[in-house]
């Protein structure tokens, strides 16, 4: 006769084994409650194999895409606050152009207050080349960390002399005659073009704070994978120079007091180009700008575009069905409970209530 096996089960083994289901069950209902919160499954890659090489390059893809479209939205907001700021630079300087034109031949009613102009025109220029987004200047070039422009009367630390301090020691007074003023002007053009022969007496260290070594790159920025964007544009470029030198030649003193007819128009005649060049110049670069804006524009559509394919792909993988899932979890509270119940009542067997 076959001896009858009998398993049994002491109570600290089955309070044992009840622990543990109670364990296993929480941790499986916190999964699944994380499940429900994000909508993304709680371990992606467990039952994908091979595939998940794939995902993780998929999310790889998608998030790369994010970063340039979040760098790209703060690029264009830069080149649009460039853009308005060299259409306000060029609108201030066209107003003085069109003075200064009405006075070209002779001195007419409004030559007594084109000094003011200019000089109020001037410091309308270096305000808005000024400007910054999150610390960085944005018409420095590379030296972004400095503004880029120097106040008229403000002096350069190194060298004591601010712009207004060099202007006035060669015009003084003023021009007496027409060989005077093509000295003087002879001078002045040696500053913007930063070949006087005392460096401390140049744009570069009056009016520009930036880097003007020569050579130093522009600024560019990287806009998608291998595909860069150069958008410098420099206080220290021909046209803002030539918009600043003809200000400063008609602030740097009151043309209806020149009295010498050839020193006059020379003098009227030299402010008026380098405007006229100066605004001519900046619309080129506007122009130029504008195209850029495009660009980026372009570039950022197809990213947004990529960025909502990517996302679409990389939902059929990680995403979980939010009716199964809260299901999934609502069983797993009723399982819970239960083993809860059953573990209060085993806890609470005693052989002794029953002797």
Do not use: C
């Not at 993780?56 to 830069?78: V, W, Y």
């Not at 910054?132 to 960390?145: Q, R």
């Not at 020149?258 to 009227?268: C, E, L, Q, V």
């Amino acid at each position: 006769m076959i001896p009858l096996i009998r398993n049994s089960l002491s109570t600290l083994q089955m309070s044992v084994i009840s622990r543990r289901s109670v364990s296993r069950t929480t941790a499986e209902l916190q999964r699944t409650s994380d499940e429900v919160a994000t909508g993304r499954k709680s371990d992606v890659y467990a039952d994908m194999g091979a595939k998940s090489a794939f995902v993780l390059a998929l999310e790889d893809r998608a998030t790369t895409n994010s970063h340039f479209i979040t760098s790209n939205k703060l690029l264009g907001s830069k080149l649009d606050m460039i853009a308005s700021s060299a259409s306000t630079a060029r609108g201030a300087a066209q107003d003085v152009l069109g003075l200064a034109v009405g006075n070209l031949e002779r001195p007419g009613a409004s030559a007594a207050t084109l000094q003011q102009s200019a000089r109020a025109a001037l410091d309308t220029i270096m305000t808005t080349l000024n400007i910054s987004l999150d610390g960085e200047h944005l018409f420095s070039g590379v030296a972004s960390d400095e503004a880029a422009l120097r106040g008229y009367d403000v002096a350069n630390g190194a060298t004591g002399l601010s712009a207004g301090d060099v202007l006035s020691g060669i015009v003084g007074s003023g021009p007496a005659d027409a060989t005077q003023a093509a000295a003087m002007l002879s001078q002045i053009g040696s500053v913007f073009d930063d070949t006087n022969a005392d460096p401390a007496k140049r744009y570069s260290s009056t009016f520009f704070q930036g880097d003007a070594t020569a050579g130093t790159p522009r600024k560019t920025a990287l806009i998608g994978d291998g595909e860069t964007l150069d958008y410098g544009m420099q206080a220290d470029d021909p046209e803002f120079r030539n918009l600043i030198k003809g200000l400063a030649l008609f602030a740097s003193t009151d043309v209806s007091k020149i009295k010498d007819p050839g020193a006059y128009k020379s003098w009227i005649a030299a402010g008026v180009k380098a405007l006229s060049d100066g605004v001519e110049g900046l619309r080129n670069s506007e122009t130029a700008l504008g195209a850029k804006q495009k660009r980026l524009d372009i570039k950022l559509t197809q990213q947004q575009s990529m960025d909502s394919v990517l996302n679409s792909r990389l939902s059929d993988y990680v995403s979980v069905d939010p009716y199964e899932a809260a299901t999934r979890m609502t069983a797993l509270q009723t399982q819970l409970s239960a083993s809860y119940s059953v573990a209060a009542q085993m806890s609470k067997l005693s052989i002794l209530n029953y002797l």
